[in-house]
């Protein structure tokens, strides 16, 4: 059996509009959700969706899963402060039994999307799924009761720093929504070099990413003299790479000691790298 959640809570932050093909929930924070590819026939419900597609005034994204289909009939809404929608979704299947034979299996999720920005925070299944948003706050809760339980979907927030040996695991989508969560900044640049050093499937978009902050980067600094790569700033990350004088880099941060300097290379290809180098290696 398929369990769905529907939020009945009536809030004046959610904007609901449907098409004969579609079903839109906008939110105040400037970003929308379309459920459409309306799925029909075999085990669906009656409000089941093949994509979730999600816009703002920046971009647009697919965040739909290959195997999932979406559960829509216009009554979800976004959190009291408009930042949040709950989404629910089945991941479902024919399962090959022992015996030769085979069976229908299915499973209900709940996801939490940042309305801002299209991040996916949380997926999730189990008892947390029939939670809802406590009234005049984004919190998830089982009840309004002062003692309910609560869900702290913020907490798996996806983090690229927070990330250790999965990097490599990630596919397309998933890289898409840990841009979307964690854009990059000074302190997860090098985090990203990392991913497009570890991850074939997925260095084209870890590499553009890194080109478009570096682009963003105003203060560039010159190479005054041969100057040794470090992936890390200390002396036992030193590789086998370096520039020349004369070379151009974008500053990206000193160390706490200025000894080092984080900085961004774009070689003659257009292809961007980060990497530390000593600080007495350059000139403004």
Known sequence: MIYRMSLFIMLSTSFITKSSADVVVSSPTGGSLTFTQKMKGGHYEDNAWGKILFSNKSYSADLSQNDRFYIEDGSSKVSPSGKYLIVNSVSAGTVELGDGTSKYADRAYCSVVDMSNGCIVSDWDGEACGYSWIRGKDILASSEEADADVFDFNSMH??????????????????SNLLRCDAPSIENINKYQQLAKENVKTKKIALDTILSFLNGRKEELS????????????????TRSYLIPGDKVKLIQYSHDKKWVNVGYVNPKNMPLITWIKSDTVAK
Request: no cysteine; aromatic share 2%.
């Open 158 to 175: 996806p983090s690229i720093i927070k990330m250790k040996d999965k990097l490599s695991s990630l596919d397309a989508k998933g890289v």
């Open 223 to 238: 190479i005054n003299e041969k100057a040794s790569l470090f992936s890390a700033p200390n002396n036992s990350s030193q």
